[in-house]
């Protein structure tokens, strides 16, 4: 199995610096997105992709519409792929809720209808191990930047971090089916036992 794990492009939320996990509100990307969309098509014109997998927010689901034009893929939509729910700060920027996460451990919750960093490591995991019982060979997977982070970073042998570097807009990380499962398996030993 290979995996294509890409982050969806440039959204009007995050040309801002904006976070947006509730998908009830309206968000696709900027025309610089759709371009980082369109170039990541390009970029994966030759690889034979069996299926794409999206999350179920707007900017994820367009990114792939852009980079799959023209291309006869079966799509599947997968909601634990979703941006954490942010709570309080919901619409609120990025460095706001990256200094409240810096001094807090992984079980707070940023306040009503929020999601603790614990539960979120605990949803990727989840969502990984959905995407290596998949059956077809090639899987295209647009998401967010912090699922992709932390897979990185597990493929690395790097438990969950409280902050992690942004993935790329529309840049394919590869990863082996073997690469999916080692890294899935350090972040599900990490939510048996938190570091932080």
């Known amino acids: 199995m290979r995996l294509l794990l890409a982050r969806h492009g440039e959204s009007v939320f995050s040309v801002d610096g904006l976070l947006n996990g509730d998908g009830r509100v309206p968000g696709g990307l900027t025309p610089a997105g759709r371009d980082q969309a369109r170039r990541l098509g390009e970029l994966l014109r030759d690889e ?11 900017r994820t689901i367009a990114t792939a519409d852009e980079a799959l034009r023209g291309r006869d893929v079966p799509r599947l ?22 200094r ?13 209808d929020g999601e603790s960093r614990h539960a979120i490591v605990e949803r990727y995991a989840r969502a990984f191990r959905a995407l290596l019982a998949l059956p077809e060979e090639t899987v295209l997977v647009v998401a967010h930047s912090l699922p992709i982070a932390y897979a990185l970073a597990a493929r690395d042998g790097t438990a969950p ?16 089916g073997e690469e999916l499962e080692r890294a899935t398996s350090l ?7 938190p570091s932080w």
């Open 187 to 193: 972040l599900e030993a990490w939510v048996a036992a």
């Open 77 to 98: 939509v997968h909601p634990e792929l979703n941006d954490p729910l942010y709570g309080r700060f919901e619409g609120a920027h990025l460095e706001d809720y990256r």
């Open 161 to 176: 971090a409280p902050r992690v570097p942004l993935a790329a807009y529309a840049e394919p990380y590869p990863f082996t």
């Open 48 to 58: 034979p992709l069996d299926v794409c997998v999206t999350s179920a927010l707007e």
């Open 100 to 112: 409240w996460a810096a001094g807090n451990s992984s079980s707070e919750v940023p306040g009503p």
